[in-house]
């Protein structure tokens, strides 16, 4: 029996790992916001940086397997209760400080690996000089793509600042799969987002097994892209060491 834990993982492709792997037999941690706690379900906002530290401690002592799927998307610009922008700080801190809370706990696994389910290969390089969206009027798709830039740079860092780890860092791009995306739309765009997800999104069941068979048995790299179950590169220029590590001292110096 492996342990698994789902940050997301009360809705949408993490949801559908959660059940998979329970019906499985393997032991699995949902987490969600929004979640109703129980024994095998954490309500934690990840956005606030020492509800994620704090998870370490919530959590088995050890982690087979690590996957990332929380996210929310923010149309207007929202703030976290420490005054970051709220998709830099769900879609990139929380995951960041996550993977260093649990990486000893995942160590401690025979085959351990950590995905992340992301825009890999899509993104748009940060603004160095606004990491928050300041600056002028909030684009939700732009900080949303800056956001999977920003994971794919954190996949290159992982190897970079753990040389010695077994842990296997996957990012992973779905594509579009059909979740209830246009929860986060009103008005016309709603009605679109719903059209284009019936002609092109693919059902749950459909988007997990590749997702599963990374899981089961995690490449031999310690960092590999795939979308849609097909390897991939990382977006242009996100596999740069000295831009995945500007990125990683940022998060550090934004929540020390
Ligand atoms: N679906 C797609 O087409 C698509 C395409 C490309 C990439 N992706 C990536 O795949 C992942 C999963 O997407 P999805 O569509 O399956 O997501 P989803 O259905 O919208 O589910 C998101 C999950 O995140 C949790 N969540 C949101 N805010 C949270 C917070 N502050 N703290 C803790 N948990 C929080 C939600 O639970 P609560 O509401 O209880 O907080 C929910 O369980 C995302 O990372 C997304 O970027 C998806």
Request: net charge positive; proline share 9%.
């Amino acid at each position: 029996m492996r342990t698994i834990v789902v940050t997301g993982g009360t809705h949408g492709i993490g949801q559908g790992l959660v059940e998979h792997y329970r019906a499985r037999g393997d032991r699995v941690i949902a987490i969600g916001s929004t979640a109703v706690p129980g024994d095998d379900t954490i309500r934690a906002d990840l956005t606030e940086a020492e509800t994620v530290r704090g998870l370490a401690g919530a959590l088995p002592e050890r982690i087979d397997a690590l996957v990332m799927s929380a996210f929310r998307y923010s149309p207007v610009r929202a703030e976290t209760a420490a005054g970051l922008e709220y998709t830099f700080a769900l879609y990139v801190l929380s995951r960041f400080l996550l993977v260093e809370a649990l990486l000893p706990a995942l160590e401690r696994a025979p085959s351990p690996v950590i995905l992340s389910l992301c825009g890999s290969g899509a993104g748009r390089p940060p603004r160095w000089d606004d990491l928050q969206s300041r600056r002028g009027r909030f684009r939700a798709l732009d900080t949303t793509l800056r956001g999977a830039y920003a994971n794919d740079l954190l996949g290159t860092a992982f190897p970079i600042e753990h040389p010695s780890a077994r842990t296997r860092y996957v990012l992973y791009n779905p594509t579009m799969v059909d979740t209830g995306l246009s929860r986060a739309f009103d008005g016309p765009t709603k009605v679109l987002v719903d059209v284009a997800s019936r002609l092109f999104a693919t059902p749950v069941p459909r988007a997990l097994p590749p997702i599963v068979r990374l899981i089961d048995a995690p490449p031999d790299a310690p960092v590999t892209a795939f979308r849609a179950g097909r390897p991939t590169r990382v977006a242009r220029g996100a596999d740069d060491p000295a831009s995945a590590l500007r990125l990683t001292a940022a998060l550090r110096a934004l929540a020390p």
